[in-house]
């Protein structure tokens, strides 16, 4: 069974500075995929990037990215120049064979002035 | 930009009552998925349906729980008889190929047991 782990409750960074959150999971198959998913206070879920396994380059979309480091099973997500509106739960999810995401617990980003 | 929807927002039923909660995914996608997740916790998967069946299904979802696609466009998540512990957030999600695709999500329904 895959689990996604996120080692981190809470954080908070100040507008316009740089935050890494952090993933690791575990898992037995050779093809999957990871996502980050923004959920803010509305409760919807919104997808922020997601990472092939088996591409060696980190993905990219705007001021968000990852840090993929497949042989650590290491999954980070660092966002660049934080906005206000970046403030909200962060989850880190997995696929594979089967059909579901496997979540994380997430982390509680709060962006401050 | 096609979105998931999903209706009613919010609903507040008793204990031991039936509740369908209603999703329209977008339109040329394939795959259909139910989540949920408790306050305060992490999201869980409840099941998956491809083709008009399911295809997996958790631990969660369980005899109560059915699904549906009624027509081309809704797909239901039935609860034949509420408890107090089914209160949560009940995602639709729906994503276009197969599913390490990204899964897009509906803005929830939010259930409440009473």
């Known amino acids: 069974a895959q689990t996604v782990t996120q080692s981190q409750p809470e954080m908070s960074v100040q507008e316009a500075e740089t935050v890494t959150l952090s993933c690791t999971y575990d898992t037995s198959e050779s093809n999957y995929y990871l996502f980050w998913y923004k959920q803010p206070p509305s409760r919807q879920m919104i997808l922020v990037i997601r990472q092939e396994a088996y591409k060696q380059q980190n993905a990219t979309e705007n001021r968000f990215s990852v840090n993929f480091q497949k042989a650590a099973k290491s999954f980070s997500l660092k966002i660049s120049d934080s906005q206000l509106g970046d403030t909200a739960m962060y989850f880190c999810?997995?696929?594979?064979?089967?059909?579901?995401?496997?979540f994380g617990t997430g982390t509680r980003l709060q962006v401050t002035l | 930009e096609p979105e998931v929807t999903q209706t009613p927002s919010h609903q507040v039923t008793q204990m031991g009552q039936e509740v369908i909660l209603r999703c329209v995914p977008i339109?040329?996608?394939?795959?259909f998925y139910w989540y949920r997740q408790i306050l305060g916790q992490k999201v869980e998967f409840l099941v998956s349906f491809y083709n008009n069946e399911i295809s997996e299904k958790s631990e969660i979802f369980d005899d109560q729980f059915s699904v549906e696609r009624p027509d081309g466009s809704n797909f239901t998540l039935k609860i034949r008889s509420t408890k107090l512990e089914d209160s949560a957030m009940y995602f639709c999600?729906?994503?276009?190929?197969?599913?390490?695709?990204?899964?897009?999500f509906g803005p929830g329904t939010r259930l409440t047991v009473t």
């Open positions: 339109s040329n996608h394939l795959y």
């Open positions: 999600a729906s994503s276009e190929l197969h599913p390490t695709y990204e899964q897009y």
């Open positions: 999810a997995f696929t594979g064979t089967a059909s579901k995401l496997t």
